[in-house]
């Protein structure tokens, strides 16, 4: 099947070096991320009703603090609602082993789904095997565990390719700097996929673009007011330092944060990332983040949702779909934001 993504981009061109062309980044990203999933399905809208009981259990990684993840939670408990399916949302708090222990004892009372991003690719391995040999439905939501591939088959995913992610930040980046440039990259969990096949990616595309770039990998830590007094400390340190780009959404807005205190003025040096907190947009709306990336994760929790439900329903081959995502800035966030992520 042809795979779509959706991307929107109604960037102005302020970037210091050549401008920058939107259609062009949404062009590559799109090609780049066909090529990397020709299976991937679509993200499509469709209504399916349980007509038997069926329930789910999503365990995410992080905390119900964490606004990106209570809005996905969030919108998969209405979507169980509106189809009369049992929902309970976990967290592990950041412990991919715990979030391994949960997914057996969510398999112990009996739920039919479980849905997750597994972002640590093998920790919670024997986990899913366990719940796959019980008949249990696994859905990998973005984060996509390292399986054989009899057991992949299994599970349906919306998967993100975090190397081709790393390579559109750096599409980015590459407009507002100068070769040699020093780069900081903020993670709250330095070995975690979505930061390591991000940074790999962000130096390959720099590379091919014939910059030599320093990439510093920084472990900011998964709590925002530490994250920024880490990044603080580090641009005090490296004044140097030509951008601040990460996956991390707690890091890249805790980034913000510390140019605040550190009295550093708005996009000097430009944050390039995600915008999944309130914090990550206020950092957009105020110039701090020149360009932000929303993950699509309302409409992709949703469908994760239904897919779930048709798996248990109808048995239906596991379904492999790829990330929507939405290009943002200062002009276009309040209307391309979720309320939820906003406040």
């Given at each position: ?91 592990a708090e950041g412990d991919y082993a715990l979030q391994a222990r949960m997914i ?53 995913s919306t998967a993100a390719s975090w190397n081709e992610y790393g390579r559109v ?124 990336i929303w993950p699509g994760l309302d409409a992709i929790s949703r469908q994760a ?39």
């Amino acid at each position: 099947m042809e795979l779509t993504m959706k991307l929107v981009s109604k960037l102005p061109s302020r970037f210091k070096k050549r401008a920058v062309s939107s259609a062009a980044i949404a062009a590559a990203a799109v090609l780049a991320l066909s090529a990397c999933s020709p299976a991937a399905e679509p993200i499509v809208e469709e209504s399916v009703v349980a007509s038997v009981p069926i329930s789910v259990a999503f365990i995410g990684e992080s905390s119900a603090t964490d606004a990106i993840w209570s809005l996905a939670a969030g919108e998969m408990r209405d979507e169980a609602g509106s189809l009369g399916v049992d929902f309970v949302d976990r967290f592990a708090e950041g412990d991919y082993a715990l979030q391994a222990r949960m997914i057996d004892e969510e398999v112990a009372r009996g739920v039919d789904a479980i849905i997750a991003p597994f972002f640590d690719p093998e920790v919670a391995n024997a986990a899913i095997g366990r719940a796959l040999e019980a008949g249990v439905k696994i859905y990998a939501l973005l984060g996509v565990p390292a399986l054989p591939e009899a057991q992949l088959s299994q599970i349906g995913s919306t998967a993100a390719s975090w190397n081709e992610y790393g390579r559109v930040l750096a599409e980015i980046t590459i407009e507002q700097v100068d070769d040699g440039a020093s780069i900081l990259f903020p993670a709250e969990f330095p070995g975690a996929s979505y930061i390591t096949d991000a940074v790999i990616g962000f130096e390959e595309y720099m590379a091919e673009q014939g910059f030599a770039v320093k990439v510093t990998v920084l472990d900011a830590g998964s709590d925002s007011t530490i994250s920024a007094a880490r990044q603080l400390s580090y641009l005090t340190a490296n004044p140097d330092t030509d951008a601040i780009v990460s996956t991390g959404s707690i890091a890249i807005a805790a980034a913000a944060t510390a140019m605040r205190q550190g009295g550093l003025k708005a996009g000097a040096p430009p944050l390039v990332g995600f915008v999944t907190n309130p914090q990550g947009y206020q950092a957009v709306v105020e110039g701090y983040m020149t360009t932000g990336i929303w993950p699509g994760l309302d409409a992709i929790s949703r469908q994760a949702l239904r897919d779930v439900v048709n798996m248990v329903r109808d048995d239906i081959e596991p379904p492999k779909r790829v990330q929507p995502y939405v290009l943002v800035d200062s002009s276009n966030a309040a209307e391309l934001i979720p309320s939820g992520i906003q406040r």
